[in-house]
């Protein structure tokens, strides 16, 4: 009986129906697919063509056993027990093994690639491998959970605002795993085993990759999935954002502000309701009478403007009953044709279908792009349904079950495309969310609408790392929190203090935020529109914060080439901006689940300071030699130190060695 086939490089597997492929997908990787019935798909929801791997080896050894080697990483695949499945285990250049499906061939028939049918539909999926208690599991995108090590959690494979699944990790096994399924689900890293499932699906399909260091892993999964661009020049400095600046002078009174008093910026930003109606795509001109006059007074004073753009079309839009018609819209499975309901009710656009991406780039090229705009701020990029009622919405390419988590990556996809048939080299895009495959078009992700308080700033710190693990290096925060800062509380204004020192080491240091008392706004016929927050400008917060805000600012100038470096290395290598201790230091067994320090580059320790009060900390130092940035003082690595911490300075390191 023959249950292997060779294609090409590819090792084929058959059996009761099954079809079971796994083949190089660039150096050091693999690509294994299944299906239990039919013929295999080649869906490209994150990889991109595999680089050539050379370096391959396919031995049939026996009836009931293949080999494949590609580089670094050997999958070794078994027939096994009376139901005659494949069993599949990958093992490093050294033969020790990096991950394995679980065992069901026996009383308990257990299956580890498990298709349960839906009637008259496709199937849900569920994917074992055998858990390993000591591994250690990183990346997997951005959720709001102190974590940084996710061994012994369970996650949603859903996207929320302030929360991005990026369904890519690597383990301190020294492999790297992408689950290249964009279903709604669920991943368990449990003790005795590591659980995928999607809720629906037609194939089986992830990458895994081998590397001797993290920064390895990160390479060959850019190669498969994409490299960020370039990040341009304004990316590297200081971006200044409010809820919102609603109207053209008060937006160019504060740029000016900035440059009467000589401080650093690089990108201000008009947030949303700007428009008249959502999905108009334009300045509402009461507002804003003179865009185009706007922007080249910006750009005269060196900043860049940042226009918000929603994928929401209010039912009210000028473009509503169009859009509809051609079927741009997402569409409700059944009842109300709504996904949210803020302000007025709305439908997102639907980011799948070429069509609507052709016209609504179209729009945006027409009211923004041909004014000058080259960068837009792309909120709402789950997106946000009211309810997340995940099984009730449909896309061109499928339903929200099966496909909704791309979703992000289209909607990147149409200001990327679009900028770049433009003629813009790098472009840049700030979205609230991302997929697998984002970073290629441009995604600078933030972390969502979260709260001031200090719960949630130390989440961020772990947020941010585990994006860059996952593939995502341009990240960033509402420097402050969004929701629920008091400008003239001192509580408040130590939390901003610490967090803006924080984002000045972060790959985009921006500040924004709902400030609290509001100013309400109107029209000049009275109509009451939007409100606004309060002041936001690093001015804004009492003399005492100002002279410490300020010294941020001109230290991220200070640190522009450094930056620069490290965003060459993002373009070119896959490596993140905000590295764990981890991340740098592998073989440092103090260093696994590090959460409250990191690496910005392989050069500067940070460690925040994340709780009030605090004049002084811990901090953890690798071997070597390091100084600290402020007071000169030099430490001898191996070891934990305590370091000051006043409030005008967070204790940044040096290495020196």
């Not at 499928?398 to 979703?407: H, M, T």
């Not at 048939?421 to 700030?430: C, K, S, T, W």
């Not at 609290?516 to 001015?539: F, I, M």
Request: aromatic content about 14%; glycine content about 8%; hydrophobic content about 40%.
């Amino acid at each position: 009986m023959e249950f292997f086939e060779i294609q090409d490089s590819r090792l084929i597997f058959r059996n009761h129906g099954e079809t079971l492929c796994v083949e190089p997908w660039g150096p050091d990787s693999l690509r294994v697919r299944a299906v239990p019935m039919g013929e295999l798909l080649d869906a490209r929801f994150a990889l991109l063509d595999p680089v050539p791997a050379e370096d391959v080896e396919i031995r049939l050894e026996s009836e009931t056993l293949a080999v494949l080697r590609c580089g670094k990483i050997t999958a070794k695949v078994e027939v096994r027990g009376w139901k005659q499945r494949a069993h599949i285990t990958f093992l490093n250049q050294r033969g020790e093994v990096l991950l394995e499906e679980t065992d069901g061939e026996n009383a308990l028939v257990l299956n580890a690639r498990k298709f349960e049918p839906m009637l008259g539909g496709d199937y849900a999926l569920t994917a074992t491998f055998q858990g390993v208690e000591d591994e250690h599991i990183f990346g997997m995108g951005q959720y709001q959970e102190e974590y940084l090590d996710w061994k012994g959690c369970t996650l949603e494979l859903a996207h929320r605002n302030s929360q991005a699944s990026v369904p890519m990790y690597i383990s301190s096994r020294g492999y790297g795993f992408l689950w290249h399924n964009p279903a709604i689900g669920m991943v368990s890293f449990g003790r005795n085993r590591t659980t995928w499932k999607a809720d629906s699906t037609k194939q089986l399909d992830y990458f895994i990759t081998a590397g001797d260091t993290p920064k390895d892993i990160s390479r060959n999964y850019g190669r498969a999935t994409g490299f960020v661009p370039m990040m341009p020049e304004y990316g590297l400095g200081f971006w200044q954002c409010k809820l919102r600046y609603w109207n053209q002078e008060q937006l160019l009174q504060v740029a000016r502000e900035y440059k009467r008093r000589n401080l650093p910026i690089d990108v201000i930003v008009c947030d949303f309701f700007h428009w008249p109606k959502m999905g108009d795509y334009r300045f509402d001109p009461e507002f804003f009478p003179d865009p185009a006059a706007m922007v080249k007074e910006l750009r005269e004073m060196g900043i860049e403007l940042m226009v918000s753009v929603w994928p929401q079309v209010s039912l009210t839009s000028e473009n509503y009953e169009e859009m509809r018609q051609q079927g741009l819209l997402v569409r409700a499975e059944y009842g109300e044709q709504i996904g949210m309901r803020f302000v007025e009710d709305s439908m997102f656009f639907d980011a799948t279908n070429p069509r609507a991406r052709q016209y609504v780039w179209k729009k945006i090229r027409r009211n923004y792009y041909d004014l000058g705009i080259r960068v837009f701020w792309l909120d709402e990029a789950e997106p946000e349904y009211g309810t997340y009622d995940f099984k009730a919405y449909r896309y061109h390419i499928g339903s929200n079950q099966q496909v909704g988590n791309v979703w992000p990556q289209y909607y990147a996809r149409v200001f990327y495309d679009g900028m770049r048939e433009a003629g813009q080299e790098n472009p840049v895009n700030l979205l609230r969310c991302a997929w697998a495959g984002s970073q290629r078009y441009g995604a600078l992700v933030w972390s969502g609408d979260i709260m001031s308080d200090w719960s949630y700033f130390r989440r961020q710190v772990c947020a941010g790392l585990n994006m860059g693990i996952a593939g995502i290096p341009w990240w960033t925060t509402d420097i402050g929190g969004f929701h629920n800062g008091w400008i003239d509380s001192p509580e408040f204004r130590e939390l901003l203090i610490r967090w803006f020192q924080w984002g000045c080491y972060c790959p985009v240091m921006r500040l924004h935020g709902d400030r609290k008392p509001v100013e309400r706004v109107y029209r000049k016929d009275g109509t009451e529109v939007l409100a606004s927050g309060a002041d936001n400008e690093v001015w804004s917060f009492g003399e005492e914060a100002y002279e410490i805000l300020s010294f941020y600012l001109k230290r991220r100038e200070e640190l522009r080439p450094y930056v620069r470096k490290l965003m060459q290395e993002a373009h070119e290598e896959g490596t993140p901006l905000m590295r764990s201790m981890w991340y740098v230091f592998p073989d440092d067994v103090q260093c696994l689940d590090m959460k409250d320090q990191y690496m910005f580059g392989d050069r500067y320790l940070v460690a925040p300071v994340l709780a009030p009060g605090l004049q002084e900390r811990e901090v953890y130092l690798p071997e070597g030699t390091w100084r600290n940035v402020d007071d000169g003082m030099v430490y001898a690595g191996g070891t934990a130190v305590t370091v000051p911490a006043p409030l005008e300075r967070i204790p940044v390191l040096e290495r020196v060695e």
